[in-house]
Nanobody, 123 residues
Framework: QVQLLESGGGLVQAGGSLRLSCAAS????????VGWFRQAAGKEREFVGG???????IYINSVKGRFTISRDNAKNTVYLQMNSLKPEDTAVYYCAADPRSLIPAMTSGYDYWGQGTQVTVSS
């Protein structure tokens, strides 16, 4: 059972930055693919991007060039660096993990989820 803990959320003005962390309890976290999702109030959970254990990274178009996903295997942690934030980025952000090598864009593709962290971007 992999336990994930997100942190780093908060309130930021438009144009600002935040870095979210997803820390795992699993020592072999480097063999998991990690996805980042977000869920705005009243909307479905949306895939933002992900990083495979092989190192491949993908993003949705709306965050390309603004968000960066990276991982520090020594710390069992994956990061989501968010720059040039916009009010429409406001959501609860979740990380999810799965042992497969592909990066699923659907919530059903992940076995393990964190509790989420709130990101609020004011205009």
């Amino acid at each position: 059972q992999v336990q994930l803990l997100e942190s780093g959320g908060g309130l930021v003005q438009a144009g600002g930055s935040l870095r979210l962390s997803c820390a795992a309890s699993e020592r072999t976290f480097n063999s998991y693919t990690v996805g980042w999702f977000r869920q705005a109030a009243g909307k479905e959970r949306e895939f933002v991007g992900g990083i495979s254990w092989r190192g491949g990274i993908i993003y949705i178009n709306s965050v390309k060039g603004r968000f960066t996903i990276s991982r520090d295997n020594a710390k069992n942690t994956v990061y989501l660096q968010m720059n040039s934030l916009k009010p429409e980025d406001t959501a609860v952000y979740y990380c999810a993990a799965d042992p497969r090598s592909l990066i699923p864009a659907m919530t059903s593709g992940y076995d393990y989820w964190g509790q989420g962290t709130q990101v609020t971007v004011s205009s």
